[in-house]
């Protein structure tokens, strides 16, 4: 009987630091890219004595942060950690050696880095070292925190996340693509955090030609946080006076066009700071090859990308079955039936009505709702 509790309150302590764990990760998403934001706490006799988390850019890893603010008193702790520790010599040495020489005795692994370098080795190493490793407290949710990481390593694209704001009736834009507001200032600040979590953001041409967006994150204290700005412009009709373009400087605006796109247009473009990139035009339909625009991201270390419009790249993508996450934010009012509708030639229930998606979650902000998605069998 005392047995008993006792291990049910083991578990209950390692769920708790785990969790703690995944939260201090959660800090990196989206500025981690292109290494996962991983999460780690040091502890011994029940005390907290490090903590860590994937510095910006990837490195530092979690668990080098944690063992360096531990120092000492890492020895005979248990690691928790999000994310199986490397055992390959990347751009940082093996966070498993850092372990093991730092005397840390337990490690609890929230699930297994299916890079090809580590799968597995990182606990093989770890274990023959003598350390006691239990893999997979909280796998599913650490599996969700690193989907972005899972689909780049498995897959060579982003986890992508499509948010829409749509009118009670599910419209974008008024008739002709005439902007109209549609969610309040709790939802804006929900896309903003959005946006911070992941590492570029993507949209159309048509929604640059509409809205003039400037795409960046803009909450308070998070302004650094901006993604890596992406536009889909298969003929270069991006306007050089546009905002995008104008603040190319200070935050990265990549566009990808076609093959064939004039020259002295891209040259035009880079004298402005912006990347230009070539991809070739989707086989026997209209646009880009949107599965080559993914690869060539995920090639340069984006494994999050919120897709923010216009109706064309979302439906586009949803037929293409490479959504995996799909974010409704639902205003309180219609806007008509000549309004542009959310995806275009596909009616929404393409998302809400369909098996291949279930609803995860649902959230009220202010007069506004938002419900988000997920692919089936997404990870
Ligand atoms: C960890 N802890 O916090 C992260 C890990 O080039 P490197 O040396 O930075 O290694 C990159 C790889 O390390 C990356 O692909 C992923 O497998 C892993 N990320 N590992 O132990 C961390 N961010
Ligand atoms: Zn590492």
Redesign the pocket.
């Known amino acids: 009987e005392q047995h008993g509790a006792s291990l049910r309150t083991e578990k209950a302590v390692d769920l708790h630091f785990m969790q703690l764990a995944l939260a201090l990760g959660r800090r990196s998403l989206g500025a ?1 890219a ?5 999460g ?1 706490v040091i502890v011994k006799d029940g005390v907290i004595v490090g903590r860590g988390w ?1 510095q910006p850019g ?2 530092p ?3 080098a942060e944690a063992l360096r603010r531990a120092g000492e008193a890492a020895r005979g702790a248990t690691l928790y950690v999000t ?4 055992s ?5 040495p093996p ?1 498993a050696d850092a372990v093991i020489v730092a005397g840390i005795t337990r490690v609890v692994s929230a699930i297994e ?1 299916p ?1 090809p ?2 799968s597995g080795q ?1 606990h093989a190493r770890l274990r023959a070292a003598g350390v006691l490793v239990d893999v997979g407290l909280c796998a599913a949710e650490a599996a969700h925190h690193h989907a972005g ?1 899972f689909r780049r ?1 498995r897959d060579r694209r982003p986890h992508t996340i499509l948010k829409l704001a749509v009118s009670s009736d599910g419209k974008i834009a008024a008739a002709g693509g005439v902007p109209v507001a549609i969610t309040g200032e709790a939802a804006r600040a929900r896309a903003h955090l959005l946006r911070a979590q992941c590492s570029a953001i993507l949209v159309g041409i048509g929604t640059v030609l509409a809205d003039d967006p400037l795409l960046t994150c803009r909450l308070p204290g998070m302004e650094t946080r901006s993604p890596l700005r992406v536009v889909l412009d298969q003929a270069l009709r991006i306007p050089e006076s546009s905002r995008l373009v104008q603040s190319a400087r200070e935050t990265p605006l990549w566009i990808m066009t076609s093959e064939f796109a004039e020259s002295s247009r891209a040259v035009k473009l880079g004298a402005a700071g912006v990347q230009v990139m070539r991809v070739p035009a989707a086989a026997g339909a209209p646009g880009l090859d949107l599965v080559a625009v993914l690869r060539a991201l995920s090639e340069s270390g984006v494994t999050r990308l919120v897709v923010e419009g216009g109706a064309r790249v979302a439906s586009s993508l949803i037929a293409a079955a490479l959504v995996d996450e799909a974010w409704l934010l639902r205003g309180p009012d219609p806007i008509g039936d000549d309004g542009v509708a959310a995806l275009g030639a596909l009616p929404l229930t393409a998302i809400t009505g369909s098996p291949e998606f279930r609803m995860r979650a649902g959230e009220t902000l202010d007069q506004d709702a938002l419900a988000i998605y997920e692919r089936v069998q997404s990870i």
């Open positions: 981690s292109p290494n996962p934001a991983v780690a994937t990837g490195r890893h979690a668990e994310l199986e520790p490397c390959h010599v990347g751009k940082t966070c880095d890079t370098e580590v990182g990481h390593v």
